[in-house]
T-cell receptor, first 113, second 112 residues
Framework: GDSVTQMEGPVTLSEEACLTI???????????LFWYVQYPGEGLQLLLK?????DKGSNKGFEATYRKETTSFHLEKGSVQVSDSAVYFC????????????FGKGITLSVRP | DGGITQSPKYLFRKEGQNVTLSCEQN?????MYWYRQDPGQGLRLIYY???????QKGDIAEGYSVSREKKESFPLTVTSAQKNPTAFYLC???????????FGQGTRLTVV
C-alpha cells in the first residue's frame, strides 16, 4: 500500500538557520504530494503541493520539489523564523477508487530566537 | 466564507457513553475523512467517504461509526467499544482525485 516516511524529529534550529525536512514515499502510479503544517491546538493547513514529477511547490519561503527518480519531496527553507515553529506533515494522494490521503508521522520544528 | 467546521472544540465523555462529533463543510466537496491524532503517532485514518451514502473503513475503524446522508455532513460516533478514545479528532474534505484536503479545527475528546 501507499506510505510516507519522514525523518525522525524533533528538530530545533536557531532563527535564520536553513531547514531541510526529508520525506520519501511509496505509491503506485502518479501521486500528488503535499506538505501540511499544524500549529498548536489547531487543524492542519496546506503549506504547498506538487502534482507531477519535477514540479516545485512553494509558499511562505518554503519549497519542495517532486522527485520521482528518488521518490522524495523534501521540504526546505533558507531562513527560518520563530513563527515557523509547528508540526510539519508530508502526505500523498492518488487517483483511483477509494483513493485516500496518506500522511507521514509528522515532525516538530522549534525555532529559537 | 467556505470552510469545514467541527464541533464541539472540546468534549468530555464518561466511560460507557457514546458521543458524536460533528463535521460540516460548505465547499461542495465529495470526499470527507476522519483522522485521529495522538502524540507522537501522526494522523491515523478512521473512516472516509468518497460520495454520499457510501463510506469505507480506514486503518483504525474499530469502536467508531459514521454516516454520510448528506454531502455536507460526515458525523463520527465514538462508541463505548472504543477502549481508548481520548485523542484529538480531525475532519477533512477534498474534491477528490489527487486534490488537497481542507481540515477543520479539530475536536479534543477526553474520557472522564
Amino acid at each position: 500500500g501507499d506510505s510516507v516516511t519522514q525523518m525522525e524529529g524533533p528538530v530545533t534550529l536557531s532563527e535564520e538557520a536553513c531547514l531541510t525536512i526529508n520525506c520519501t514515499y511509496t505509491a503506485t502510479g502518479y501521486p500528488s504530494l503535499f506538505w501540511y503544517v499544524q500549529y498548536p491546538g489547531e487543524g492542519l493547513q496546506l503549506l504547498l503541493k506538487a502534482t507531477k514529477a519535477d514540479d516545485k511547490g512553494s509558499n511562505k519561503g518554503f519549497e519542495a520539489t517532486y522527485r520521482k527518480e528518488t521518490t522524495s519531496f523534501h521540504l526546505e527553507k533558507g531562513s527560518v523564523q520563530v513563527s515557523d515553529s509547528a508540526v510539519y506533515f508530508c502526505a500523498l494522494t492518488r487517483t483511483g477508487a477509494n483513493s485516500k490521503l496518506t500522511f507521514g508521522k509528522g515532525i516538530t520544528l522549534s525555532v529559537r530566537p | 466564507d467556505g470552510g469545514i467546521t467541527q464541533s464541539p472544540k472540546y468534549l468530555f465523555r464518561k466511560e460507557g457513553q457514546n458521543v458524536t462529533l460533528s463535521c460540516e463543510q460548505n465547499l461542495n466537496h465529495d470526499a470527507m475523512y476522519w483522522y485521529r491524532q495522538d502524540p507522537g503517532q501522526g494522523l491515523r485514518l478512521i473512516y472516509y467517504s468518497q460520495i454520499v451514502n457510501d463510506f469505507q473503513k480506514g486503518d483504525i475503524a474499530e469502536g467508531y461509526s459514521v454516516s454520510r446522508e448528506k454531502k455536507e455532513s460526515f458525523p463520527l460516533t465514538v462508541t463505548s467499544a472504543q477502549k481508548n478514545p481520548t485523542a484529538f479528532y480531525l475532519c477533512a474534505s477534498s474534491i477528490g482525485d489527487r486534490a488537497e484536503a481542507f481540515f477543520g479545527q479539530g475536536t479534543r475528546l477526553t474520557v472522564v
